[in-house]
T-cell receptor, first 115, second 113 residues
């Protein structure tokens, strides 16, 4: 079974530039999560999708971050414009559905450096 | 407020020695508890979870954890570690009805030969 795929693996940009990350979840997984992991901290949930609908985006900085999952499969996370404090690893995860019984499977992450 | 605290940022230990990684949480509602492992340049992988039932939970790679409701703790243990256990370990909590996982800051386990 293929795992969660993310691209790119690494990205370096200058502040005020835009960047986009892509995630392809495990086939058949209805729930998709984007996490931000700042160095030295645990992952923080940014947004959670159930199929193509948003169920939680309470910690997404909506003035600069946006995410979509138009067909209920793959997803993109965008930052526009980026700030220095956005430097982090962005993790995508998926699960069969939102039930706590279902394990979240994580991708390898995209490491973003903002200069 | 609901929170997760991992008391040790780094734990160095010799190979074949026992190890305990500590995790405490704060919550006014029931919780589900998890431990994840993150190897270098890899995504997080679930080690074990407590949802209900027996408070002693066994996971992969010989790890186990015990849920202690009175102490609000979920410490991770392994009786004998290997070099390959060197990784970062994250405790995580989901509060009932919340549908959101909150992670601790992580504990870096470094196993020395």
């Amino acid at each position: 079974e293929a795992g969660v795929a993310q691209s790119p693996r690494y990205k370096i940009i200058e502040k005020r530039q835009s960047v986009a990350f892509w995630c392809n979840p495990i086939s058949g997984h209805a729930t998709l999560y984007w996490y931000q992991q700042i160095l030295g901290q645990g992952p923080k949930l940014l947004i959670q999708f159930q199929n193509n609908g948003v169920v939680d985006d309470s910690q997404l900085p909506k003035d600069r971050f946006s995410a979509e999952r138009l067909k209920g499969v793959d997803s993109t996370l965008k930052i526009q414009p980026a700030k220095l404090e956005d430097s982090a690893v962005y993790l995508c995860a998926s699960s069969l559905d939102r039930s706590v019984d279902n394990e979240q499977f994580f991708g390898p992450g995209t490491r973003l450096t903002v200069l | 407020a609901q929170s997760v605290t991992q008391l040790d940022s780094q734990v160095p230990v010799f190979e074949e020695a026992p190890v305990e990684l500590r995790c405490n949480y704060s919550s006014s509602v029931s919780v589900y508890l998890f431990w994840y492992v993150q190897y270098p340049n890899q995504g997080l992988q679930l080690l074990l979870k407590y949802l209900s039932g027996s408070t002693l939970v066994k996971g992969i790679n010989g790890f186990e954890a015990e849920f202690n409701k009175s102490q609000t703790s979920f410490h991770l243990r392994k009786p004998s570690v290997h070099i390959s256990d060197t990784a970062e370990y994250f405790c995580a909590v989901e509060f009932t009805g919340g549908f959101k996982t909150i992670f601790g800051a992580g504990t870096r386990l470094f196993v020395k030969a």
